[in-house]
């Protein structure tokens, strides 16, 4: 099934329920500073408040154009008031369009589905380089200096997390939690199977030990 993934700044995306319709999921997940906590896989669209605890939402907006994940996005900066002077510094900012707050699921949904259809691919980033690392979506292939690695599908969805994420120490639910493998539970030891799986795929390719385990916290992703 196809996944639209819909980010908000609001917190109230957290209470927000996935929408099936026509083939398609429409994720809901709240946006952080530091951009989305899980893997992003498919089109994605950012609802971005004006203004955010922690951070202004035109600096939001030049943070999702700058990161790989979200620079294709389709971003929509959420106003307090309609006033001409912040919907031109919003378009500036890298917003798409703008709507007038306060929103609820509805109003995120109809606006979603209204812009939607026919754009997904549009929005759907094909190829993410990362150094010596490119891994292509569309074909589900990852090569490390050009040569071809041989994954499995969870395994290709754990190297676009790490590579995401790289030069940080992941915990083991953090891993679970990126891949969206909470529901049914997983025992975190699981975790270390799928890295071994990696790791291995990673030396046979050239990449040596750029998986490193870190004791009693994690693993990290050592990419230049």
């Known amino acids: 099934m ?8 609001d917190r109230n995306a957290e209470a927000m329920d996935d929408f099936v319709h026509d083939g ?6 709240h946006l952080s500073p530091g951009g989305p906590k899980r893997l992003v896989e498919g089109p994605v669209w950012a609802f971005v408040d004006w203004v955010m605890d ?3 939402g035109l600096e939001m907006c030049r943070r999702l154009r700058a990161d790989p994940r979200t620079a294709e996005a389709h971003i ?9 002077d912040d919907r031109r510094r919003a378009l500036k900012a890298g917003a798409d369009d703008y709507i007038l707050g306060p929103l609820d699921r509805t109003r995120v949904l109809d606006r979603v589905m ?4 026919g754009s997904s ?3 759907a980033p094909g190829r993410l380089d990362f150094g010596a690392l490119s891994i292509d979506l569309r074909a589900l292939q990852a090569r490390w200096q050009g040569r071809p690695m041989v994954l499995p599908p969870n395994e290709f969805r754990l190297l676009r997390y790490f590579a995401e994420n790289a030069n940080r120490v992941l915990t083991r639910e953090e891993l679970i939690a990126g891949l969206g493998k909470q529901e049914p539970p997983i025992d975190a030891r699981t975790v270390d199977v799928w890295v071994g799986r990696l790791r ?3 030396k046979a390719s050239g990449a040596g030990e750029a998986l ?13």
């Open 114 to 117: 209204a812009v939607e259809p």
């Open 2 to 9: 196809d996944v639209v993934n819909i980010f908000l700044t």
């Open 54 to 56: 922690d951070l202004a």
């Open 212 to 224: 490193r385990t870190v004791r009693s916290l994690g693993y990290v992703f050592d990419l230049d």
């Open 76 to 84: 929509t900066m959420v106003l307090e008031e309609d006033d001409a």
């Open 200 to 202: 291995r795929a990673l």
């Open 24 to 29: 398609r999921r429409f994720a809901f997940a």
């Open 121 to 123: 691919q549009r929005h």
